[in-house]
């Protein structure tokens, strides 16, 4: 069995507003990356990102980039412990403007062994992926920081 996940959401903002809020280091640490982003989101670019949840900026390979369509990268692979496990796994995110203004964001997430450790690692992602669904929701929609004070 592939471990392998797909999380997805709608968001009441136009698809360009949404896309910007990923891509800029500045917004995206308004409501995801807790404890900062640096460096916009382009092809071939490393940036890094922090989280009080999880501590330590890591970097972040950044590998395709489509304007307002896509965001594909690739970061360590976390198993359940801050120590590393020797390999990445690849995200894609997509983003979808739908007829009623609103946008579709699907994130998918791969690249984990068929092992306890990489069981772990995926459900553990797949629910930080579904938390920053909500939180992306939430800070575009409504200003609010959801992940303020959640975790530390």
């Known amino acids: 069995m592939e471990l392998k996940f797909r999380v ?36 071939g670019a490393t940036v890094t990102w922090d989280f009080h949840d999880f501590p330590g900026a890591f970097p972040v390979k950044v590998v395709d980039v489509v304007k307002d369509k896509k965001i594909v990268f690739q970061w360590a ?10 390999y990445d796994t690849t995200v894609t995110m997509t983003f979808e403007a739908l007829d009623d203004g609103r946008t579709l964001v699907a994130i998918t997430e791969e690249g984990w062994p068929e092992t306890p450790g990489g069981l772990k690692g995926s459900y553990g992602n797949c629910e930080g992926w579904t938390g920053a669904l909500c939180a992306m929701k939430v800070w575009l929609e409504h200003g609010l920081n959801l992940r303020e004070g959640f975790y530390k």
Do not use: C, H, M
């Not at 692979?77 to 496990?85: H, L």
């Open 8 to 43: 997805a959401g709608r968001i009441a903002k136009p698809v360009a507003e949404v896309f910007e809020a990923v891509v800029n280091p500045a917004q995206l640490s308004r409501y995801f990356t807790t404890g900062g982003a640096k460096g916009r989101l382009e092809t």
């Open 77 to 86: 692979a976390n198993e359940g412990s801050p120590q590393p496990v020797g």
